[in-house]
């Protein structure tokens, strides 16, 4: 029997008998659509965090300074002179100091984003002023009592008018001189237009404490690892230990989190996965009452002179045909169930996070649905094969 002959008769056994045979793919259909939905759900995950990180700026790196028990004090300016002392590595600096409590704006106190930074922040992550100006050397120089906002609370909270209006942070009256264009595609309170950036001079005077961290540029991103040893090399020497900082590039973060999310979808999809393997095993027993029901017609063809090896090709194709139509119903229930989770997600986050199937996931998910035939429906096969056609012919 040729193979195109034994797929035209295993399409036909599976149509005779529509209802048992989905039932017996309904583990392979969920398996396969539940692997492709958390793939996908992941590689959003990861070109969601890639965009984020992506607009913070993948060129720069976070210095950390600890410098508890150090024998030196690291003050604002003798960064600024290593950052200077490195032009072929390092090119912008700024210090950056985080405050904790509300902002006060009129009689109604909110929770914005407070960030005490230099006048070069804006060229670091690119940030763009649609009104007024951005922060000046001489308001870091002179601790001025001024602040730029972002697009959201120009809006939300001074109705589009913020610039010359006045807020107060940490019980400090700030004049608003500039705000920033719109970063995100839609706005939302805690979001990255929901900010405020005034000198850090004026943070640190306000918070009582010291600068302890700041954001250095890279001159060449392709550079990154010997940009980063020059900047840890001079902050040793300053020190006389590397125990009093810590540098993180941003690479290093998203390539963090990235390996998080792929520890965590593996770990998904192999739970995921033994759906497939119930459903494999379903298979396997259907497939043996098969060849329990066609026990006659088994016999009937041996007795006609039917190989062995013909025998269980017939029924390895038939199983096999069974889990990849399996699969194709799953791959098209993991499409639909992807785009309604992108919806939902839309909806529930009011963030743009794409769950969408990898070629690489419909592929494997595909592949081993119709490997799981094969292999559940091997030991059915051979049982068939290895009929005596006599008993076979006087089964009842």
């Known amino acids: 029997m040729r193979i195109s002959e034994s797929f035209s008769l295993a399409l036909k056994n599976i149509a005779s008998s529509k209802v048992r045979t989905l039932l017996t793919m309904l583990g392979i259909i969920i398996g396969v ?9 992941g590689s959003g995950l990861e070109h969601y965090i890639a965009d984020s990180f992506s607009s913070m700026g993948t060129n720069t790196l976070t210095v950390t300074v600890q ?8 003050e604002v300016e003798d960064m600024y002179e290593i950052v200077a002392d490195h032009p072929s590595q390092l090119e912008l600096c700024s210090p950056t100091v985080s405050m904790m409590g509300g902002v006060k704006i009129g009689s109604e106190t909110t929770s914005i984003s407070v960030s005490g930074v230099s006048e070069d922040y ?13 922060l000046q050397y001489s308001d870091i120089a ?22 010359g209006q006045t807020l107060r942070v940490g019980g400090q009256a700030l004049t608003v001189v500039g705000v920033l264009d719109q970063r995100e595609d839609s706005m939302s309170e805690g979001g990255g237009d929901d900010c405020l ?3 850090y001079s004026t943070a640190a005077r ?6 302890s961290s700041y954001v250095v540029t890279m001159a060449d991103e392709d550079r990154m690892d010997e940009s980063k040893a020059a900047l840890e090399g001079a902050l040793t020497d300053f020190f006389g230990s590397d125990d009093y900082f810590s540098i993180i590039t941003m690479s290093e973060l998203v390539d963090t989190m990235t390996g998080m999310i792929n520890i965590l979808v593996g770990v998904l999809a192999g739970i995921a996965a033994i759906s497939l393997v119930v459903g494999g095993i379903g298979i396997m027993n259907i497939m043996l009452v098969s060849v329990t029901e066609r026990t006659r017609e088994i016999g009937v063809r041996k007795s006609l002179g039917a190989k062995e090896r013909t025998i269980m090709e017939q029924f390895v194709i038939e199983a096999a045909v069974t889990s990849a139509l399996g699969g194709l119903i799953g791959i098209g229930l993991g499409y639909l169930l992807s785009a309604a989770a992108t919806v939902v997600v839309a ?8 769950v969408a199937p990898t070629p690489f996931a419909v ?23 290895r009929l005596n056609p006599i008993d076979a012919l006087h089964y009842d």
């Open 197 to 199: 950036y005034l000198p």
């Open 347 to 354: 909806r529930l986050m009011e963030e743009a996070l794409t």
């Open 33 to 41: 659509a539940a692997v492709i939905v958390i793939v996908g759900l």
């Open 206 to 211: 306000l918070g009582g404490s010291r600068v």
């Open 142 to 163: 002179t601790r001025a009592r001024v602040c730029v906002v972002g697009a959201y609370v120009n809006q939300a909270r001074f109705g589009g008018n913020a610039l």
């Open 122 to 134: 804006n060229s670091i992550y690119g940030y763009t002023i649609s009104q007024g100006r951005g």
């Open 67 to 74: 410098a508890r028990g150090a024998t030196r004090t690291m």
């Open 363 to 385: 592929l494997m998910a595909f592949g081993i649905s119709a490997g799981i035939g094969v292999l559940f429906g091997y030991l059915p096969a051979k049982k068939a094969a």
